[in-house]
């Protein structure tokens, strides 16, 4: 399996740098607009995503890499955020140990999240490729595999002159 | 920062009147429904590049030149609904306009201090004193707006000094904009030029 060459610092312009570092901002897109619902960041990185990952392989790795890693937490704390909403319809806010187990997981899961986000936005700033666990290699196959042609796909032109 | 609309020789007078009385509906709420969505990512990257200006002391340059275009289709709209530019607005962050341009020099480096400045006394020192100057030519604006409509139906043009000082108050209040948004360092002149 054959992969694209990566670029080192010194040769990414600094615009794609911002780009990419701002693929991991999006974390703080909910506080932004004052929402706090899990969604609004998963949202902003997917558009995020769409926007800027034709720009270059590097932001097009550090963009997917920001988006897939943000699916998780969000799943995480819409799970805290629906059983809060259910405890606080159904039982007046009588909060159980297995509640509080699962509000130290989601809080623990976010900030772990976020501070390898704050990490990995100051690598793609130095222009550098940083991997995390499994979304990584996932970003980094998106991003700089090879993909084979076709059959019957041809970089040979389908028209030629007649002579 | 540029900001210009240029003066219209002639106006259309069928063009006033369809704007004026169905304006709202195939204008005004079409483009105000995307400029809602296109606003609200202005608004995320604006918060990220406070952020990123706080570490850096760069405004990321994609996300600059995300606002400069918002801030074009903004005014583009805006020359419409005050008549003094005639045709429709177009959509999209990167159209350009014949009429109508605002250009925003890229600053290569901004203060951090100043940004701490403009967050924590921007109101003072910024918003508190062109805000109430601003009111008040707002007031004169809006009468400019109604005795150029009338302006416009009977002679089909706007009045150059009418034009001129709705184009400077655009002009004033987009500088102020911009400094609060931390755009510029430069503070706002009190000027309409």
């Known amino acids: 399996m054959e992969y694209y060459p990566l670029p080192q610092p010194a040769e990414i312009p ?3 740098k911002e780009d990419a570092m701002g693929a991991y901002l ?5 506080v932004a607009i004052g ?3 899990p969604i609004i960041n998963l949202i902003a990185a997917i558009i995020y995503y769409y926007i800027n990952r034709k720009k270059s392989r590097f932001i097009h790795f550090h963009s997917l890499q920001s988006l897939l890693s943000q699916i998780p937490t969000t799943v995480i704390n819409w799970g805290l955020v629906i059983w809060s909403v259910g405890i606080l319809l159904r039982e007046n806010w009588k909060l159980t140990p297995e509640f509080w187990g699962y509000a130290i997981f989601a809080g623990t899961s976010t900030l772990l999240y976020f501070v390898f986000s704050l990490i990995a936005a100051y690598k793609a700033r130095q222009g550098r490729m940083y991997y995390f666990l499994f979304f990584g290699k996932v970003a980094y196959e998106a991003a700089y595999k090879m993909v084979p042609e076709k059959p019957g796909e041809s970089s040979e032109p389908a028209n030629k002159p007649p002579f | 920062m540029t900001f210009t609309i240029k003066h219209a020789e002639q106006l259309s007078r069928g063009e006033l009147l369809l704007r004026s009385f169905f304006g709202w509906l195939y204008i005004f709420v079409p483009h105000g ?5 296109v606003g609200l990512w202005g608004g995320i990257l604006a918060f990220i590049s406070f952020w990123v200006i706080l570490f850096t002391g760069r405004y990321p340059q994609s996300f600059f030149e995300y606002q400069v275009g918002l801030i074009n289709w903004e005014v583009r709209l805006n020359a419409r609904l005050y008549n003094m530019e005639d045709g429709y607005p177009a959509f999209g962050i990167n159209a350009k306009d014949d009429a109508v341009s605002v250009e925003i020099p890229y600053p290569e480096t901004l203060s951090r201090g100043l940004l701490l400045v403009k967050l924590f006394f ?3 020192y910024v918003l508190i004193p062109h805000g109430f100057v601003l009111f008040f030519l707002s007031i004169a604006f809006v009468v400019c707006w109604f005795i150029g409509w009338w302006a416009i139906l009977f002679t089909g043009k706007l009045p150059l000094g009418f034009h001129t000082f709705m184009t400077g108050y655009l002009r004033w209040s987009t500088r102020v904009r911009i400094y ?5 360092d430069t503070y706002p002149p009190f000027s309409l030029d």
């Open chain 1, 14 to 16: 600094e615009r794609e």
């Open chain 1, 26 to 30: 999006m974390m703080f897109a909910a």
């Open chain 1, 35 to 37: 929402l706090p619902l």
């Open chain 2, 33 to 37: 429904f995307v400029l809602l969505f």
């Open chain 2, 122 to 124: 921007g109101f003072i």
């Open chain 2, 180 to 184: 609060i948004q931390n755009m510029t």
